[in-house]
Every structure is written in structure tokens, then in C-alpha cells.
């Protein structure tokens, strides 16, 4: 099993470096982290007394994975799910914040395990994935990867501008997508017909 270090120096990899794309409403963001991440935790790295892009551009990736591990997999207590959640749950945090836990929440629900689709994970949730995991081992991490997947195709439908990200200019899949797959095994992973065949009414 990998460490949270280990699993948040791939989230650096993912990330990717300093992006300053208008069609994101994270804004400035270098290696994943965003200039709203960095405000709220008064991250002035020149000491000019502002936190603006200099300061973005200015993130290692060895301080990027420190915010992650603290901020994004301590402090929303993702330890205290299944250890085999850690990677895929901590990677979609980092992507979307709590919706990572609110996926996760509506996918127990869909396993029948009735639990509070409230973003948060506290000992009803963590006791709610170890009994999925005790229930389908093989298959709990694939379906939370398949429900991320679902979830990045569903902004899509909704926001026409964030379709970029999970399609690419020649019609196969996106970052979001890609990523998503990551964490599903092969025989889940969408074909590229299959993909166009979900992105169809785009356009």
C-alpha cells in the first residue's frame, strides 16, 4: 500500500505545473494548488503582503504535496476510510474538494448502506465504506472511480466551457476522464467509441 506522501507526490505529477486558465473557476493554480487555496492560508511566499500570482508561480511541488497531505487528506480525515479508498478518494478531493466525499456517500447509498450525503467524513461514513469494502472488495474502488468518472462527464453536460477537460480537441478523452481512470482497472476504462458515444450531445 502507498503512503499518503507517495500518493500526494502523484497528485503533483497529475497537476501538472503553473495554469492560469479563465475557463477555471479555481483561477491561478500551480501544481494543483489554487490562488484561493493559497489566500486562505495566507501563503504570501515573497512577503509583499499580498497573495496574488507571483506567489503561485512561486509553489514548489515538495510544498504542493505538504498542503495536500495536511489540508486535503488529514483534514478531511480520509485516513479513517479503507485503506484501498486512500489513493482515488484523496486524488478527487484534491480535484474537487468535498464532492470527493459526496460521491463517495451517494455510492454507499447505492450499495444500500444508508448514509448523510453531507460532504464530511465522520464514524457513520467511515464505518459505512469499511462495510462496502467487506462487501464487494473487489469492486468498491473501481465503482467510486466510475462515479468520479460520471461525475466529470456531468459537469460537462451542465458547463460547455469546462467541456475542454474532459474532452480533447480531436474528441477523445480529457484530463478529467484520463484521471478518473486511473484508478479503474482496464476492464472498466471506457473505449474511445464509448467515450464519443457519452460526449455525443455536445456537439
Do not use: C
Amino acid at each position: 500500500m502507498h503512503s499518503v506522501e507517495s500518493i500526494a507526490a502523484d497528485i503533483v505529477r497529475r497537476e501538472g505545473g503553473f495554469v492560469n486558465d479563465p475557463d477555471d473557476p479555481g483561477g491561478a493554480t500551480n501544481h494543483g494548488v489554487t490562488i484561493h487555496t493559497m489566500r486562505r492560508l495566507g501563503m504570501d511566499l515573497n512577503g509583499d503582503g499580498i497573495v496574488d500570482t507571483v506567489d503561485v508561480r512561486g509553489l514548489t511541488p515538495d510544498k504542493a504535496a505538504e498542503i495536500y497531505v495536511r489540508h486535503y487528506f488529514r483534514e478531511p480525515r480520509i485516513d479513517l476510510l479503507p485503506a484501498p479508498l486512500h489513493a482515488s478518494v484523496f486524488d478527487m478531493q484534491v480535484n474537487a474538494g468535498n464532492n470527493a466525499i459526496r460521491i463517495l456517500q451517494r455510492l454507499l447509498a447505492a450499495f444500500g448502506i444508508a448514509v448523510k450525503d453531507d460532504g464530511a467524513i465522520g464514524p457513520l461514513t467511515a464505518r459505512a465504506a469499511a462495510r462496502a469494502m467487506a462487501l464487494a472488495p473487489d469492486h468498491l474502488v473501481d465503482a467510486y472511480g466510475i462515479a468520479r468518472r460520471n461525475y466529470y462527464y456531468r459537469i460537462g453536460d451542465m458547463r460547455p466551457a469546462s467541456r475542454k477537460y474532459a474532452r480533447r480537441r480531436d474528441g477523445g478523452k480529457g484530463g478529467w476522464i484520463i484521471r478518473a481512470e486511473e484508478f479503474i482497472v482496464e476492464r472498466f476504462r471506457f473505449t474511445r467509441a464509448e467515450h464519443e458515444a457519452r460526449v455525443a450531445s455536445w456537439g
